[in-house]
T-cell receptor, first 116, second 113 residues
């Protein structure tokens, strides 16, 4: 079964600094996708970034980038030049494509606080 | 209206009440989902609908009854709930059911007394 582990329940960062959120996953499949979702307080969850397992190059979206270590099954999110609007819950998720089920499996989330 | 809209945003109900949560998406997507979000727990997938047909029921108790009359609307009918059912219920949609790129609503905060 798929599992996703976020070992940091809470993190904080100073505005304009860089922070890295950790995520590890466990899957026996070779074909899968990984995601980071952001859920601001009282607002809807949105997709931040996506990584295909077959791609060696780390995905990047503006100030957000990932460090995908396939052998270690690690998928961390780096936020550069942190802004107050980055404060949110961040959820790591994985999606397998075998076994007839393509559902997302989420971690418990990391609450990020950005200090001015 | 754009995106995924959920109503009501907040709901308080007794254990013997019957209520419904509504979700509407204006994105032209074909798949819709119900998730349960509880504090300090991963999001729990409840139901998946693809082209109005239920494709996944994640062992959800029968006191939760989904309905998907068309690809744009999704309901969750609630009946004789338990206090442990109190949670944030999130609706999401995606273009197809095999994509992990979901678009979420803001959620319906349910409190069962």
């Amino acid at each position: 079964a798929q599992t996703v582990t976020q070992s940091q329940p809470e993190m904080s960062v100073q505005e304009a600094e860089t922070v890295t959120l950790s995520c590890t996953y466990d899957t026996s499949e070779s074909d899968y996708y990984l995601f980071w979702y952001k859920q601001p307080p009282s607002r809807q969850m949105i997709l931040v970034i996506r990584q295909e397992a077959y791609k060696q190059q780390n995905a990047t979206e503006n100030r957000f980038s990932v460090n995908f270590q396939k052998a270690a099954k690690s998928f961390s999110l780096k936020i550069s030049d942190s802004q107050l609007g980055d404060a949110a819950m961040y959820f790591c998720a994985s999606q397998n494509f075998q076994g007839g089920s393509e559902k997302l499996v989420f971690g418990k989330g990391t609450k990020l606080t950005v200090n001015p | 209206e754009t995106g995924v809209t959920q109503t009501p945003r907040h709901l308080v109900m007794g254990m013997t009440n019957k209520k419904s949560l509504k979700c509407e998406q204006h994105l032209g997507h074909n798949a819709m989902y119900w998730y349960k979000q509880s504090a300090k727990k991963p999001l729990e997938l409840m139901f998946v609908y693809n082209f109005k047909e239920q494709t996944e029921n994640n062992s959800v108790p029968s006191r939760f009854s989904p309905e998907c009359p068309n690809s744009s609307h999704l309901f969750l009918h609630l009946h004789t709930l338990q206090p442990e059912d109190s949670a944030l219920y999130l609706c999401a949609s995606s273009l197809e059911s095999n994509t992990g790129e979901l678009f979420f609503g803001e959620g319906s905060r349910l409190t069962v007394l």
